[in-house]
C-alpha cells in the first residue's frame, strides 16, 4: 500500500496548517496595538495631515512573532504569509479594525495632543 494521502495524480494533498493563538495570548497582544495606536488618535495628527475628518495612520509592531501577526491580521490559515507582499523587512497589511480587535471591541479613544 501506499502511505500518505494524494489527489490521485501522484501529487500529496497539502492541508493548510492553521496556526491559532491561545485566547489570552491573543487578547494581551490586542492590548499592545491599542497602546500603539493610541498616540495616533489625536487631533494633532489630523491637524499636521490637514484632515479634519479623518486620516489614514500607521503603526508599527515590533517584536512579534510571525504567528501572532498572523492571528492579528486573520491569517490563521496562512501561517507563511504567502498570500501577502513582503516590502523589505516587513509585512504590511490593510486590516478591519474588527478583525484586530474582534467583533464587539470597546472603541478605540486617543490620547495625547492639545485635547487629550
Known amino acids: 500500500g501506499s502511505r500518505g494521502s494524494n489527489n490521485g495524480g501522484g501529487i500529496p ?5 492553521i496556526s491559532t493563538l491561545p485566547a489570552k495570548e491573543l487578547a494581551t497582544l490586542r492590548k499592545e496595538v491599542r497602546r500603539a495606536l493610541k ?3 489625536s487631533w494633532d495628527l489630523l491637524n499636521r495631515k490637514n484632515a479634519s ?20 491580521i486573520g491569517r490563521e490559515r496562512d501561517p507563511e504569509l504567502r498570500t ?5 523587512a516587513w509585512y504590511s497589511v490593510d486590516c478591519d479594525i474588527a478583525t484586530v480587535f474582534g467583533a464587539g471591541a470597546p472603541a478605540l479613544r486617543g490620547t495625547g495632543g492639545r485635547y487629550g
Open 84 to 88: 501577502l507582499v513582503k516590502s523589505g
Open 13 to 17: 494533498h497539502h492541508q493548510p496548517v
Open 53 to 72: 475628518n479623518g486620516t489614514w495612520g500607521t503603526i508599527r509592531l515590533e517584536r512579534i512573532s510571525q504567528r501572532e501577526y498572523c492571528a492579528l
Open 39 to 41: 498616540p495616533i488618535l
